[in-house]
């Protein structure tokens, strides 16, 4: 085999990767395009709602079973110490986690 027989393979074999390499990369972005066409019916209840937020169509008080109040401040008497045992709540459980455990 001359050199000349064994770079005509090679240009061959190359061309044979980039032409499964582009079908590869075609069927990836149609998978995916696939993928997302099937929509949960939660996603499209969530898209109708925002739809008509957004046109400010919907009522203001659909969807909003609950009135949460105001967020706890620091420095008010009525929510001060709840924040505070709040936040130490937070700190003692996150020294318990351990970062070779993941999620």
Same mark, same amino acid.
């Given at each position: 085999m001359t050199s000349r027989h064994? $770079? !005509? &393979?090679v240009a061959i074999a190359q061309g044979a990767?980039? &032409? !499964?390499?582009?079908i590869l990369i075609i069927l990836n972005r149609w998978f995916r395009l696939r993928r997302r066409a099937r929509v949960h019916p939660r996603v499209l209840r969530l898209n109708t !709602?925002?739809? =008509?937020?957004a046109f400010g169509t919907t009522d203001l008080t659909?969807?909003?079973?609950? %009135?949460?109040?105001?967020?706890p401040?620091?420095?008010d008497p009525s929510s001060d110490a709840?924040? =505070? %045992?709040?936040?130490v709540e937070v700190i003692? %459980? #996150? #020294?318990? $986690?351990?970062? =070779?455990?993941? %999620?």
């Amino acid at each position: 085999m001359t050199s000349r027989h064994f $770079l !005509a &393979v090679v240009a061959i074999a190359q061309g044979a990767l980039l &032409v !499964a390499l582009i079908i590869l990369i075609i069927l990836n972005r149609w998978f995916r395009l696939r993928r997302r066409a099937r929509v949960h019916p939660r996603v499209l209840r969530l898209n109708t !709602a925002m739809q =008509k937020w957004a046109f400010g169509t919907t009522d203001l008080t659909e969807g909003t079973p609950i %009135d949460p109040g105001p967020p706890p401040m620091l420095g008010d008497p009525s929510s001060d110490a709840t924040i =505070k %045992d709040m936040i130490v709540e937070v700190i003692r %459980d #996150s #020294s318990e $986690l351990d970062p =070779k455990l993941g %999620d």
